[in-house]
């Protein structure tokens, strides 16, 4: 299986990637961002216990986000492999999947992580929330402290799987196409 964890900050580009990735190599997308704002618009007790988190750029609770993504590895039993998209987040997230991907049988193939510097992050987030009606693009302090929770609880991430050799850095500006081969380039020599 070919399971992939795409990462870096918000607005790096970690959605757009993702959906040329799974038509390239087959794969299936599980974002907690997409699933998240999935269970706000149906109105269910975790999307409504969820909402104020997300709405303030905070990270939603560990065992929350832990959950949903084990019913969702359970619900694709014949999956080619996978790409986590905004997920793990932290620590304990990122132990939770190991431990869940190794009771299939499988494990992490690599983390690719795009490089976007934060002038850019805020630019593209803004542009963003004109159109996208997301609470948490419109407004310049919330994307701030998006962009602190990523730096203090997410980015160390990079040293958990850098320590199992699997951290690959991605220049994240440039093209959309651009990026995108350079994150083939990475995916097909492993
Ligand atoms: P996410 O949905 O993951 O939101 P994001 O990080 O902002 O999205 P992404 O990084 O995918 O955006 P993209 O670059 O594609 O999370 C939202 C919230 O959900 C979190 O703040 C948190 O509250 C909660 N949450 C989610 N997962 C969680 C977890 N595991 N644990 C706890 N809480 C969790 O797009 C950005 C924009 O850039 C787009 O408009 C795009 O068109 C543009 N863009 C992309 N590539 C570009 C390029 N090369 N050039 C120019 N523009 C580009």
Redesign the pocket.
Known sequence: MLNLVLF???????????NLLIERYNLVHL????I??AEISEGTKLGLE?KA??DN??????QV?IGMMSSKLENNPNANGFIF??????AA?AKALDSLLDEKGTSISAMLSLKVEDE?LIR??L??GQD?GRV??QNQSIIAN?IN?YNNKTAPLKDYYSNQNKLSEVE?????ED?ADRLNEVIDAL
């Open positions: 870096g900050p918000p607005g790096a580009g970690k959605g757009t990637q993702s974002s907690t961002g997409d998240l704002r969820a988190l997300m750029g905070d990270l939603v609770p560990d986000v998209d905004g997920y793990p987040r932290t997230q850019e593209r987030l542009g963003r996208s948490d693009d998006r929770e994240g500006i440039g093209s959309i990026i």
